[in-house]
């Protein structure tokens, strides 16, 4: 069974920092590269930035240099440190394999005021 519990979400002014985290099943986590994901109101979603089992990672141009993406093997977890947040990054964040399982977990919203 797939399960994917994000958290860390919150509202933030411009400039902030937030960190996301992501609690995986063990069985999809291990051998699988983890994406975050978002969704703001109206739009489609999309990745935000993804961590091979190794460790390599791939940022969307929109959070490069702000964003770092990490995994935690021990803990299968995911983490996602956004620091100078902008009011575009408001969104709902989702973590899921890459590509993606149909199944998605809850997802934190992250607001972001100017």
């Known amino acids: 069974q797939v399960q994917l519990v994000e958290s860390g979400g919150g509202l933030v002014q411009a400039g902030g920092s937030l960190r996301l985290s992501c609690a995986a099943s063990?069985?999809?986590?291990?051998?699988?590269?983890m994406g975050w994901y978002r969704q703001a109101p109206g739009k489609q979603r999309d990745l935000v930035a993804r961590i091979a089992p190794a460790g390599s990672t791939v940022y969307a141009d929109s959070v490069k240099g702000r964003f770092t993406i990490s995994r935690d093997g021990a803990k299968n977890m995911v983490f996602l440190q956004m620091n100078s947040l902008k009011p575009e990054d408001t969104a709902v964040y989702y973590c899921?394999?890459?590509?993606?399982?149909?199944?998605w977990g809850q997802g934190t919203q992250v607001t972001v005021s100017s």
């Open positions: 063990r069985g999809i986590f291990s051998r699988n590269v």
């Open positions: 899921n394999t890459y590509p993606s399982y149909p199944q």
